[in-house]
């Protein structure tokens, strides 16, 4: 009977940390959903401030910098690139609001990009097996 006790009290503490662990994924959820839309309106800021055209220039700036780095980073000469992603990556989020701005033609494109790499990588794993 002790067994049957301790069994049932392991299955509740079990339970009971499940329900915790859900809860605290809940929450981190909340928290990068609160965070994207932090970042979201942010970026939505600098576009009414600065307008389309410049955010634009602002966007094709940064891209220029990022090969800069990245040739630099080729030449043996190591760069800022990290930095330089980010900064790109926050002005391609400026871009997709001015450009598509629900992401549906973005997403859509996207999926059918990696669709095509996937099938054209394993149609490369396949030809370097046939020629083992």
Do not use: C, W
């Amino acid at each position: 009977m002790d067994q049957v006790r301790q069994a049932m009290e392991r299955v509740r503490e079990d339970a009971r940390l499940e329900e915790l662990a859900v809860m605290d994924l809940v929450d981190r959820m909340h928290g990068q959903e609160a965070a994207a839309a932090e970042e979201t309106a942010l970026y939505k800021l600098a576009l009414d401030i600065h307008g389309k055209s410049k955010q634009v220039d602002m966007a094709l700036e940064e891209m220029s910098e990022l090969a800069k780095a990245l040739l630099n980073e080729r030449r043996g000469r190591g760069e800022n690139i990290v930095e330089e992603l980010a900064d790109v990556s926050i002005m391609l989020k400026q871009m997709l609001l001015i450009f598509d701005p629900d992401g549906s033609q973005f997403m859509e494109i996207k999926s059918r990009k990696l669709t095509r790499l996937r099938a054209r990588l394993q149609e490369r794993l396949r030809a370097a097996e046939g020629r083992d």
